[in-house]
């Protein structure tokens, strides 16, 4: 585990049995050369003791809000600001719960209120508060922010009873950070070109062709990449989607002319290509300057002409050691069709999701995807458009 050396951990400790397997963890966290801060709750002092726990990390553990012999105040800002990641573990029901709604009335929920590194969870309970529906929800509120769960395994509980709801072990969850740490680094020094979105095709001053892409898929690839440590470029065509984060300069055009000129700026400079917008794929042969007025005329023949195929120009332009990814987005024939394209368009990797699936392709939030190059298939199952981005990026830095 080298990933986590120099790291600075806040190790956040609820009241759970499982806790006696934080000292474990805080043991793992220290040895492989981080800086743990451990802050516990209240009830996470019954189930172990602050005095162990500050032995193995070399500094006092924070549970309230200021030492009462003193009144010295724990600034869980500062703290929040100090940290490269938060794990909370054991994370009860109850904790969840708070986090899930905001209920900042300990000092374990204000640092996570004000954390601005990733946060993981690795729940602990009993197997009915596990599946109660209150527990599911607050687990996927928690996701949709953007916390990392640890899920828990199946096994012997504290209650005797055998179920889900026993805390990950503390190697199971001190490698997750690890290599969480590990692929923050993967993309650094890399530049990225990513296009998302729809084209916008004019017909007159307020009519167009385009489609039904909202940009969701590009722009967590984006923001993915640049939490990984690339240079993005992100050419967008018309997305009601905000500029993503991090090292991500966003580029927006209209029309897939505009996209190829941004796209040809800079392609020569990038190591990685991720087409995934939904490029129109005629335009209007004349646009008109004026509006077209109904009772000026019958009704118009629209002339079109063939758009540029962006990613089959990047495509013939593609020196060795670049990567080029393509999108395909299918209703028949979906494996063949994508392979057809990955040959065409020179890829060398393309990702297909069917308009078939519930919950993939334009405007959802999740994706149903196959990575496919020349020899492999990676089927990836129902995730979040985040998620997935992560899994493309994956594939995509074992390409490298
Ligand atoms: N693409 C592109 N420029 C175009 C059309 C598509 O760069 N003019 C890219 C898309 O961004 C995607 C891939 O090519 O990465 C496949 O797009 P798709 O629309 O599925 O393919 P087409 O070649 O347009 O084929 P068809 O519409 O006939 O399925």
């Not at 923050?184 to 039904?212: C, H, M, W």
């Not at 969701?216 to 240079?231: Q, T, V």
């Not at 990613?311 to 393509?326: E, S």
Request: charged share 20%; aromatic share 4%; net charge negative.
């Amino acid at each position: 585990m080298t990933n986590l050396k120099g790291k600075h951990i806040i190790l956040g400790i609820s009241g759970g049995i499982a806790a006696y397997k934080s000292a474990m963890l805080l043991r793992l966290f220290v040895k492989a050369g981080a800086e743990v801060q451990v802050v516990m709750t209240p009830n996470g002092k019954e189930f172990i003791t602050p005095v162990t726990l500050s032995a193995l990390s070399g500094k006092p553990v924070i549970s309230e809000f200021f030492t009462a012999n003193t009144g010295e105040w724990h600034s869980h800002v500062d703290l929040g600001l100090w940290a490269d990641a938060m794990v909370i573990a054991p994370a009860t029901a109850s904790t969840l719960a708070k986090m899930a709604t905001g209920v900042a009335d300990n000092m374990l929920i204000t640092t996570y209120l004000s954390a601005k590194a990733p946060v993981f969870v690795a729940p602990a309970m009993d197997l009915d508060m596990m599946a109660h529906p209150t527990t599911t929800r607050n687990l996927a509120t928690l996701k949709a922010d953007g916390v990392h769960i640890i899920e828990p395994a199946t096994g012997e509980l504290a209650s005797h009873l055998t179920g889900r709801g026993r805390m990950e072990e503390p190697e199971k969850i001190a490698e997750a950070l690890d290599a969480f740490f590990g692929r923050q680094q993967s993309l650094r020094g890399r530049k990225v070109l990513i296009t998302a979105g729809p084209t916008y095709e004019r017909i007159d001053p307020v009519r167009f062709i385009g489609n039904f892409s909202s940009g969701k898929m590009g722009y967590a690839l984006a923001a993915e990449a640049a939490r990984r440590g690339a240079s993005v470029v992100l050419v967008s065509g018309p997305s009601a989607l905000p500029d993503p984060a991090g090292d991500v300069t966003t580029i927006r055009i209209e029309s897939a002319r505009e996209m190829l000129a941004a796209c040809e700026e800079h392609f020569a400079d990038s190591d990685i290509t991720i087409m995934s917008a939904a490029v129109a794929d005629y335009a209007p042969a004349h646009p008109r300057d004026r509006k077209i007025k109904r009772e000026h005329e019958d009704v118009p023949v629209m002339e079109l002409v063939k758009n540029p195929d962006i990613a089959a120009t990047l495509g013939a332009r593609k020196r060795p050691g670049q990567i080029l990814t393509g999108f395909a987005l299918e209703t028949d024939n979906e494996m063949a069709n994508a392979r057809q394209k990955l040959a065409k368009k020179n890829l060398d990797m393309i990702v297909l999701n069917s308009l078939a699936d519930k919950g993939a392709g334009f405007g959802t939030d999740t994706n149903k995807v196959s990575i496919i190059t020349t020899d492999t298939v990676t089927e990836v199952p129902l995730k979040s458009k985040t998620e997935v981005a992560g899994d493309i990026l994956d594939r995509i830095t074992e390409l490298l």
